[in-house]
């Protein structure tokens, strides 16, 4: 106790002190539990935050079209094949949001899609990795990153339905770790009496919560993670020329992307930074940038990233020292105020801090730009309906021949 009080003098957080001698023992330690987590270096970057905005010399990357990839497809399907009967390919799936935007308080994975029979989000993606591994003859390690608020309920949900006919025996599940929020003057916030204001560490986190989580240990042979998100149900998950084409490269990552449909959309692009791989927000390019043609007659900017992601292992543990960028975000963030009164507020009161994992790209040093057909592998869920929803997702899938 006496060293987490120093601790909040030091760091300028002295408005805790009161509030920790007014707990009760067992909320006591639970709170000071959660002050021992705080990555404190990365707390102190409120006031003098990263440069993130700009960037170094800029420009395209070379990577694998599909025609390129049609040419040696044989080689790249015998290449990946074999590593994933050997054991060296795992699947990460980042599953730790709900489904607020879809009208869902449930994990988002939980949302049913079907239109004549359930079919729910978690269940397609099991589906595609399933196809891999039936072609490959053998199962995919998979793990499951879950948040602190929605770990039971995806829990129980793969449960209730059998894992959709995964073997539980693959299948880890870990929670992604969380970072508190604090105010414009960088003061911790409570969401109660004895628990901090905390939020998911952002999708960057992925990794140092997957290794802390120590499940890895189960599967000692993985050389390769390929990462993904819950909200495209039409990626292929662990797909043999993929993790081929990136091992044959001799590179250290790979990232699926696609076509951009015309110079404005609004999409990161995969590109290289001084000479290092590195994803360009879509409002970074200027508008030569986004026009420019390259040698082949596509745009030189053109690789969409869709978050799907090949990672060697290996180099992971490398770099897992190095910092990753860490990304100060104004929000509105629900806190006790000086009375104890829980307040919901209608404006940005304080700073969340996010890591990337496009950010990660560039600690690896080298990746390979695998492109894909959009209308085959792109069905991303971010709304009910319009554009990326609910709607849209459901005529890819039909196109794609699956049973809605």
Known sequence: MKDIIEKLKNEGQEHLLPILNDLSEEDRNYLVSQLKSIDWNSLKLWKNPEDLSGKGKVQPIKGLSLNDIQNQSDMYMQIGKEAIKNGKVGAVLLAGGQGTRLGSDAP????????????????????????????????????????EKNDKDTKDFFEQHNYFGYPKSHVRFFV???????????KLLLEEKAKLALSPNGNGGWYSSLENADVLKDFPELEWLNVFAVDNVLQRIAD?????????????????????????????????????????????????????????????????????????LPKLREIASERIPVHIVKKKIPHLDDNGNLVKPEQENGYKFETLILDMIKLMGSCLPFEVEREKEFAPIKNKTGVDSVESARELLKKNGINL
């Not at 993606?125 to 499951?144: A, E, G, Q, R």
């Not at 992604?176 to 960088?186: I, L, R, T, Y």
């Not at 044959?248 to 015309?262: E, H, I, Q, Y």
């Not at 879509?282 to 007659?297: F, R």
């Open 240 to 312: 043999p020329i993929f993790i081929g084409a990136t091992i044959a490269s001799g590179l250290n990552s790979g990232a699926k992307v696609v076509r951009k449909c015309s110079p404005s959309e609004r999409v990161g692009v995969l590109c290289l930074e001084d000479g290092l791989p590195s994803v360009i927000e879509y409002y970074e390019l200027t508008d030569e940038m986004a026009n420019q043609i390259g040698d082949d007659g596509n745009l030189a900017y053109s690789f969409g990233v869709i978050l799907n992601y090949l990672f060697n």
């Open 176 to 186: 992604q770790e969380m970072a508190p929020s604090v105010d414009f003057n960088g």
């Open 108 to 147: 988002k994975g939980t949302y049913d899609i079907g239109l004549t029979k359930p079919l729910y989000i978690f269940e397609q993606l099991i589906s595609n990795l399933l196809n891999v591994c039936k072609k490959c003859d053998t199962f995919v390690p998979l793990f499951i990153m879950t948040s």
